[in-house]
């Protein structure tokens, strides 16, 4: 029973993984540029993704796994020998350091070594055969070298630096906290290189993640069009019409003239023979949002979606108020461990149990029972904090200060772009892992449902038996005393490694826990602002998208360049130049203006 138990968790992360493989591969094509689609950069893209939402998924698997070494009257399961639950532990370990380290490797040097070998890359020394992939390699290799370097002082550091072992107080003296002191060179140093990652990642997730999460619900409630394709359609015939008038009145009003059209009118004729360019390609898009010249599936599917949009202004409101509640409860849990934590800044805000009803950690406690309940439930409130990192991106920006480095629009994202959004949703993730168990359900992703029978047993070495007396089965705590608490309960895996960093080093706990409130302060503002800020229809962002559109059609139809396996579309120019799509209208625009 154990065993299928066991194999049936373990199945159920194997189709999560499949399932966040598939949202990472569609976050990669919805997101990048389908002009400079680099078949390497989604690659590395997909994996990143992948390995490190499936570092935040094994949070259910742990909790299941050793909760399922208790019975619901606080006593160890007949299988459960000590020798079972330490091989389950250890098989929980090796999982999260193999992905920990992973996510580490990817996030310090697979990408950035994958954005040089990306930037090494030279259209024409290429076409000449003056660059070869040894030498974009080795140029590649060259600046990975500083990461490399960093990862190396990252460790050392982390090999060599003490510890804090000066702990006053009787509680340091129970086996938990005994158990979080590290106990070897090696682990500190992973702990160490854990604690600044999770830290690093932070700082972003105060930002990005806190935007994110107020501004997704909102874009739920008013994604409804402000203007319709319909009327989008007629708005814009009717601006077409004029636009052409008027050139037929500057026209007719020059015709016949010996010293041509005055320079004023010619301005003007050029400024409307612009206009009529962005105006007819904007008459096609909305007679391809109506379906027109479509086949019947597709303007079936358009109609469906104009159908059920009501039900995405529903879906938002649910998500808001969730949002508010996942909110609340972060701010119960922060001011419960502010105020009633043991040890405070010295252990990074442990909480040995929840003094005030908080209603997140609680479903989830209550939904553990029943595996895979509190999976679905935890995938997601995941995919909730991963969409709202997202979405946090896409709305501000990458920037250094006000600077803004990369912009994150869908179908409009190049592969730099993609590969840095990528370190940064991969430290975000650590951040979000520390703040949904130690902050969204602290309790559940200690120690899930378990409990322990507070009862003494009638004879040494025998089990406590509660089946009587309801009352003294009691709920799993760090700060317990009881003996028979130390035999039944058993913590999660990734509490330890968290509580591990937080305790061995008080500074990495203390900024994570307090930039919870800078958190819940930064989606408070950004909520407030986005309720009374009215959205607009982004016509020039409309135009701008068509014309990359047509040049990219422009481009494709010269044929393929080469069957390079780190690209898949590319230009064949003579002289082809990043950011083509301005460059090649205005081109259009002289050749225009020369006929």
């Given at each position: 029973?154990?065993?299928?138990?066991?194999?049936?968790?373990?199945?159920?992360y194997?189709?999560?993984?499949?399932?966040v493989?598939?949202?990472?591969?569609?976050?990669?094509?919805?997101?990048?540029?389908?002009r400079?689609?680099?078949?390497l950069?989604?690659?590395v893209?997909?994996?990143?993704?992948?390995?490190?939402?499936?570092?935040?998924?094994?949070?259910?698997?742990?909790?299941?796994?050793?909760?399922?070494?208790?019975?619901?009257?606080?006593?160890?399961?007949?299988?459960?020998?000590p020798?079972t639950?330490?091989?389950?532990?250890?098989?929980?370990?090796?999982?999260?350091y193999a992905?920990?380290?992973?996510?580490?490797?990817?996030?310090?040097?697979v990408?950035?070594?994958?954005?040089?070998?990306?930037?090494?890359?030279?259209?024409?020394?290429?076409?000449?055969?003056?660059?070869?992939?040894s030498?974009?390699?080795?140029?590649?290799?060259?600046y990975?070298?500083?990461?490399?370097?960093?990862?190396?002082?990252?460790?050392?550091?982390?090999?060599?630096?003490?510890?804090?072992r000066?702990?006053?107080?009787?509680?340091?003296?129970?086996?938990?906290?005994?158990?979080?002191?590290?106990?070897?060179?090696?682990e500190?140093?992973?702990?160490f290189?854990?604690?600044?990652?999770?830290s690093?990642?932070?700082?972003l997730?105060?930002?990005?993640?806190?935007?994110?999460?107020?501004?997704?619900?909102?874009s739920?409630?008013?994604?409804?069009?402000?203007?319709?394709?319909?009327?989008?359609?007629?708005?814009?015939?009717?601006?077409l019409e004029?636009?052409?008038?008027?050139?037929?009145?500057?026209?007719?009003?020059?015709?016949?003239?010996?010293a041509?059209?005055?320079?004023?009118?010619q301005?003007?004729?050029?400024?409307?023979v612009?206009?009529?360019?962005?105006?007819?390609?904007?008459?096609?898009?909305?007679?391809?949002?109506?379906?027109?010249?479509k086949?019947?599936?597709?303007?079936?599917?358009?109609?469906?979606?104009a159908?059920?949009?009501?039900?995405?202004?529903i879906?938002?409101?649910?998500l808001?108020l969730?949002?508010?509640?996942?909110?609340?409860?972060?701010?119960?849990?922060?001011?419960?461990?502010?105020?009633?934590?043991?040890?405070?800044?010295?252990?990074?805000?442990?909480l040995?149990?929840?003094?005030?009803?908080?209603?997140?950690?609680?479903?989830?406690v209550?939904a553990?029972?029943?595996?895979?309940?509190?999976?679905?439930?935890?995938?997601?409130?995941v995919?909730?904090?991963?969409?709202?990192?997202?979405?946090?991106?896409?709305?501000?920006?990458?920037?250094?200060?006000?600077?803004?480095?990369?912009?994150?629009?869908?179908g409009?994202?190049?592969?730099?772009?993609?590969?840095?959004?990528?370190?940064?949703?991969?430290?975000?993730?650590?951040?979000?892992?520390?703040?949904?168990?130690?902050?969204?359900?602290?309790?559940?992703?200690?120690y899930?449902?378990?409990?322990?029978?507070?009862?003494?047993?009638k004879h040494?070495?025998e089990?406590?038996?509660?089946?009587?007396?309801?009352?003294?089965?009691?709920?799993?705590?760090?700060?317990?005393?009881?003996?028979?608490?130390?035999?039944?309960?058993?913590p999660?895996?990734?509490?330890?490694?968290?509580?591990?960093?937080?305790?061995n080093?008080?500074?990495?706990?203390?900024?994570?826990?307090?930039?919870?409130?800078v958190?819940?302060?930064?989606?408070?503002?950004?909520?407030?602002l986005?309720?009374?800020?009215?959205?607009?229809?982004n016509?020039?962002?409309m135009?701008?998208?068509?014309?990359?559109?047509?040049?990219?059609?422009?481009?494709?139809s010269?044929?393929?360049r080469?069957?390079?396996?780190?690209?898949?579309?590319?230009?064949?120019?003579?002289?082809?130049?990043?950011?083509?799509?301005?460059?090649?209208i205005?081109?259009?625009?002289?050749h225009?203006e020369?006929?």
């Open positions: 029973m154990a065993l299928i138990q066991t194999a049936f968790i373990w199945v159920a194997a189709v999560a993984l499949g399932v493989a598939l949202i990472a591969a569609i976050f990669t094509y919805v997101y990048q540029t389908p400079d689609r680099s078949a950069v989604s690659t893209t997909i994996i990143t993704l992948t390995s490190l939402l499936a570092t935040v998924l094994l949070l259910p698997v742990d909790i299941a796994l050793v909760s399922s070494t208790t019975s619901k009257l606080g006593a160890k399961k007949d299988w459960a020998t020798e639950v330490h091989h389950i532990l250890l098989t929980l370990k090796i999982v999260y992905l920990y380290s992973l996510d580490a490797v990817l996030c310090l040097l990408v950035p070594f994958t954005y040089f070998l990306y930037e090494e890359y030279d259209d024409v020394e290429t076409e000449e055969g003056t660059q070869t992939l030498k974009r390699f080795l140029g590649a290799l060259k990975t070298l500083i990461f490399v370097a960093l990862v190396v002082i990252l460790f050392l550091v982390g090999f060599f630096v003490p510890v804090a000066n702990r006053a107080g009787g509680h340091f003296d129970l086996d938990y906290f005994k158990r979080l002191l590290a106990e070897n060179h090696g500190r140093a992973l702990t290189a854990l604690g600044l990652l999770i690093l990642g932070t700082l997730y105060i930002l990005y993640t806190a935007a994110g999460f107020a501004l997704l619900p909102i739920f409630i008013k994604s409804a069009p402000s203007i319709s394709a319909p009327q989008l359609s007629e708005t814009t015939a009717t601006a004029q636009n052409r008038e008027r050139q037929r009145q500057i026209e007719g009003r020059n015709a016949g003239r010996d041509g059209i005055p320079p004023k009118d301005r003007e004729l050029e400024a409307l612009r206009e009529e360019r962005t105006l007819v390609r904007r008459e096609r898009l909305a007679a391809e949002a109506q379906g027109e010249g086949s019947f599936i597709v303007k079936a599917w358009t109609k469906v979606c159908v059920f949009r009501p039900l995405k202004l879906g938002g409101i649910l808001l969730l949002s508010i509640i996942i909110w609340v409860s972060m701010l119960i849990t922060g001011i419960d461990k502010a105020k009633n934590s043991i040890c405070k800044e010295h252990c990074g805000y442990i040995g149990s929840i003094n005030v009803f908080q209603p997140v950690n609680w479903v989830f209550q553990s029972r029943v595996f895979p309940v509190d999976y679905v439930l935890m995938a997601l409130l995919l909730l904090f991963f969409s709202s990192s997202v979405a946090g991106i896409a709305s501000i920006g990458i920037r250094f200060l006000w600077v803004k480095l990369f912009e994150i629009r869908k409009h994202t190049t592969p730099q772009a993609m590969l840095v959004v990528t370190v940064m949703l991969t430290l975000i993730m650590l951040a979000i892992n520390y703040s949904i168990a130690m902050m969204v359900a602290p309790q559940y992703a200690t899930g449902a378990q409990k322990f029978c507070s009862n003494a047993p040494p070495g089990q406590p038996d509660c089946a009587n007396l309801p009352d003294l089965v009691k709920f799993c705590s760090e700060l317990s005393k009881d003996h028979a608490s130390k035999d039944v309960c058993t999660s895996v990734v509490s330890t490694f968290l509580n591990r960093v937080t305790f080093f008080p500074f990495f706990g203390a900024l994570a826990f307090w930039a919870q409130f958190f819940m302060g930064v989606f408070l503002i950004v909520f407030l986005s309720l009374f800020r009215t959205p607009k229809l016509l020039s962002e135009d701008e998208d068509a014309e990359a559109d047509e040049e990219e059609g422009l481009l494709a010269t044929g393929r080469f069957g390079a396996t780190w690209q898949d579309i590319r230009g064949k120019a003579a002289k082809p130049t990043g950011g083509a799509a301005g460059r090649g205005r081109g259009d625009d002289s225009a020369e006929d």
